[in-house]
């Protein structure tokens, strides 16, 4: 009774709100998992070296990812401020690779210059420090990952929609695959996949790598 009464009064002076917002959660179980249920194992994956042309036709921007799927859900590049391979960049705008959405680049401190490339895209949402870029630098939700672990039926607003149609519906690691191939056979792909150990986030108790989804 304390505890309603007391949302009652939040609610009163305008303090509670309601709003789409990232959980970490565990595809298996269907559930919702605390800070303090995860830990980290390690993992085999690759880094993709995938370039995002710049929208004023000027050469492209080339980033590595560990998760090509996400690149539907990208809403901005970022790189250290004091980075100064990026510094001329900073406020200008890329284009996603495949899906063509127009994206910014941007600058914030907990990017690591001596990680892949140095920039980074942001996702909504690949990780916990996508969250904390989302949150901090005040950007759009482009979610494409459900609580089923499958990518949404329909493209997020923006995106090119029979690029995604191919992607649609699949489990995360089957889209993966296909983003490879698609960018394999649009020339898109720089390289070959470079093989990595990383630590991945998981439930305690679950089996496979933990997603972040959002709801209300």
């Keep these: 009774r304390a505890s309603q009464r007391a949302f009652l009064r939040n609610v009163t002076r305008g303090e509670a709100y309601s709003q789409e917002a990232p959980t970490l959660w565990d595809v298996d179980f269907r559930t919702a998992v605390a800070q303090a249920e995860m830990e980290d194992r390690e993992r085999p994956g690759a880094y993709h070296k995938i370039p995002f042309a710049r929208s004023n036709g000027n050469g492209a921007i080339e980033i590595d990812t ?13 790189a250290h401020p004091d980075d100064e391979r990026y510094q001329p960049h900073f406020g200008t705008t890329v284009h996603t690779p495949l899906y063509g959405v127009e994206v910014p680049i941007l600058a914030h401190e907990l990017a690591q210059p001596d990680k892949g490339t140095g920039i980074a895209m942001i996702c909504t949402f690949g990780d916990t420090t996508d969250v904390t870029w989302w949150r901090e630098l005040d950007l759009p939700m482009r979610a494409i990952i459900g609580r089923d672990g499958r990518l949404h039926a329909e493209a ?13 519906g699949l489990t995360a690691k089957q889209a993966q695959k296909a983003v490879v191939e698609q960018l394999t056979e649009a020339g898109l792909l ?27």
Excluded: M, N, W
Excluded at 190 to 204: A, D, L, S, T
């Design 66 to 78: 560990t998760r090509p799927e996400l690149l539907a859900a990208c809403v901005a590049l970022v």
């Design 156 to 168: 997020p607003s923006g995106v090119d929609a029979e690029a995604y149609s191919k992607i649609a």
């Design 190 to 216: 720089i390289g070959e996949p470079r093989p990595i150990q990383h630590p991945v986030k998981f439930y305690e108790r679950g089996d496979r790598p933990l997603e972040i989804v959002t709801s209300r």
